[in-house]
């Protein structure tokens, strides 16, 4: 067994919180449930959290309810509001509604039409107002004619990957990050050293949030290698999950730049998903890249972007 160091064992604790927290929003979370995930005494775990993670448990727990709110709003248009309000915990509309306004600065309705503002606009700090970026309102997406002509998407089953992965925070949306370049290598050079790399081995990014709704230093985002299923613990900075399987909206993109990638995921959150007939649910998208490396050829970025998507709901 591979005995992690004090740090490293925080830092497992704490993905593991996190994680639970994201596959239960619509669920009542409490203090002792959460210290209880950790391992961590109730009295002490407010504090590790918040001293580990920049903010407190319940503002942790908040954010990530409007933010999934809001990603809801725009991304599943036919879905009512109080529906969305009540799938991410909150007890009633009113309640909902106060704190939606109070985060983003105009009523979740609103939300859904707000023209969409310059990548540059900044967020609020924990506690005020605020005038936060929108999500792009998804008929702004005909301005790309390009990316419309060129999307190939297909809906696929993927399986449940069992993978290592190292968490990072901190990323914007078409922007390559040494940060996140490094996290891949460690977590590919820990897959590689144990012995695990074989033919079916997957490299796998997962961008929890959107910086179109988050503020890009709270943005997670997990680095990801596929390993065996009898694979269960690992090293001191490198942790163990599943990334959840079903149907998911598959686009190959294969470009020379970062930023081209956000404007082709963009293009098909905006342009082919209200076509579809298909809605994204509240998986995180996935992005596994392949080995662009061809002799005589410039390196290129070559990836599948998946959306987690179940069919469109009709509201009756």
């Given at each position: 067994m591979i005995t992690s160091s004090p740090r490293g064992e925080y830092t497992t604790r704490l993905n593991r919180v996190v994680n639970h927290i994201g596959a239960r929003l619509d669920e009542p979370l409490t203090l002792r449930e959460l210290a209880d995930v950790a391992g961590f005494s109730p009295y002490h775990f407010h504090r590790i959290f918040k001293g580990v993670m920049g903010e407190t448990l319940s503002s942790f727990i908040w954010r990530l309810r409007l933010e999934r709110a809001a990603n809801l709003l725009v991304r599943q248009p036919r879905t009512r509001v109080t529906d969305i309000a009540l799938?991410?915990?909150?007890?009633?509309?009113?309640?909902?509604?106060?704190?939606?306004?109070?985060?983003?600065?105009?009523?979740?309705s609103e939300f859904r039409t707000v023209q969409p503002r310059k990548p540059g606009d900044t967020d609020r700090k924990e506690g005020e107002g605020s005038t936060t970026r929108a999500l792009y309102a998804p008929n702004e997406w005909a301005r790309y004619p390009k990316e419309r002509r060129t999307m190939n998407v297909e809906v696929k089953t993927l399986p449940t990957y069992h993978v290592a992965y190292i968490r990072r925070f901190a990323y914007s949306k078409g922007v390559f990050a040494e940060h996140l370049n490094a996290a891949f290598q460690q977590v590919c050079g820990w897959v590689a050293a144990q012995g695990l790399f074989g033919p079916d081995t997957l490299v796998i990014g997962v961008p929890h949030d959107n910086p179109d709704v988050t503020p890009n230093d709270r943005c997670r985002y997990d680095a990801c290698v596929t390993v065996p299923s009898s694979v269960t613990t690992a090293s001191t900075d490198v942790d163990i999950q599943d990334l959840p399987g079903g149907r998911y909206a598959v686009l190959r993109i294969d470009v020379d730049e970062p930023a081209e990638i956000g404007l082709k995921a963009d293009a098909m959150y905006g342009d082919w998903l209200p076509r579809s007939g298909f809605q994204a649910d509240d998986r995180p998208p996935l992005e596994i890249y392949y080995d662009s490396d061809e002799p005589g050829t410039e390196k290129r970025i070559v990836l599948d972007f998946c959306i987690p998507v179940t069919p469109l709901r009709s509201l009756a």
């Open positions: 799938s991410c915990g909150f007890s009633s509309h009113s309640n909902f509604a106060r704190a939606f306004k109070e985060r983003f600065g105009v009523s979740a």
